[in-house]
């Protein structure tokens, strides 16, 4: 059986993960260059001031990275480190994560992702994020310490 392309195997990944289900995330956009991943801001996603809770905007980040690393890589990846700066409240009622590779090597790309916060034609950067990600050589994450 031929090898799916790393777009249709990325769909697949972002497909399969139950939280990505869970807030209601939507991958709506990945080709070789770049990730968008969007949530609309429900209730539940916000903190006790009313905006995204920083779990989400983090999600949001970490998800684009690895998506838009991975893809570079033509690989199945994984996160290694990421940094996050939160800029400004994520109101919504659309967050976007716009995440591109910047570093590509054999085994690593380092990618930065803008997250905004949509709403209509306005679009406020609520935070900065960048990030490592690593290719899987077996294609599953092993348990352990990895050497």
Request: proline residues 5%; negative net charge; hydrophobic residues 40%.
């Amino acid at each position: 059986m031929p090898q799916p392309d790393i777009i249709d195997l990325a769909k697949s990944i972002f497909g399969g993960q139950p939280f990505s289900r869970h807030i209601g995330a939507d991958l709506v956009e990945i080709t070789q260059t770049r990730a968008v991943i969007e949530v609309e801001l429900r209730d539940e996603l916000r903190q006790q001031h009313g905006y995204a809770h920083g779990g989400v905007l983090s999600y949001l980040a970490d998800n684009a990275i690895t998506f838009a690393g991975g893809v570079a890589l033509l690989s199945d990846a994984l996160t290694s480190e990421f940094k996050i700066n939160y800029l400004r409240p994520g109101t919504g009622p659309l967050l976007r994560a716009v995440a591109e590779p910047v570093s590509i090597s054999g085994r690593q790309a380092v990618c930065q992702c803008r997250i905004l916060s949509v709403d209509g034609e306005e679009e406020v950067l609520a935070a900065l994020a960048q990030g490592t990600v690593v290719r899987l050589s077996s294609g599953k994450a092993k348990s352990g310490p990895q050497t």
